[in-house]
Nanobody, 123 residues
Framework: VQLQASGGGLVQPGDSLTLSCTASGPTFSRNSVAWFRQTPGKERRFVAAMRWSNSIANYADSVKGRFTLSRDIAKNTAYLQMNDLKPEDTAVYYC?????????????????WGQGTQVTVSS
């Protein structure tokens, strides 16, 4: 499956932004989806994930209550709604999928990856 992440940009602290992850075909009805982020020189870090089987989501503590992961199966798209953005949210955001019903925070659990979209939060 090919994934295309989009929706990044430059925003101010406190703003909202929605990232999209569009798949090349029917994906999210049978694939779990996750978002990770990465800053220069650092490892890719877990943000959020959703099981395909029951839509249960898992979030990193740093984004819990501010970010919401959702999916539109008919549009082959998953979303990451990000509210109350902070400068420390600045990163390249990647979406990923797994055929397993998982919300694992480990990158090795996710097989397919999108190319990343830059989110910059700065005043």
């Amino acid at each position: 499956v090919q994934l295309q992440a989009s929706g990044g940009g430059l925003v101010q602290p406190g703003d909202s932004l929605t990232l999209s992850c569009t798949a090349s075909g029917p994906t999210f009805s049978r694939n779990s989806v996750a978002w990770f982020r990465q800053t220069p020189g650092k490892e890719r870090r877990f943000v959020a994930a959703m099981r395909w089987s029951n839509s249960i989501a898992n979030y990193a503590d740093s984004v819990k209550g501010r970010f919401t992961l959702s999916r539109d199966i008919a549009k082959n798209t998953a979303y990451l709604q990000m509210n109350d953005l902070k400068p420390e949210d600045t990163a390249v955001y990647y979406c990923a999928t797994s055929i397993q019903s998982t919300t694992s925070p480990n990158t090795v659990a996710w097989r397919s990856w999108g190319q990343g979209t830059q989110v910059t939060v700065s005043s």
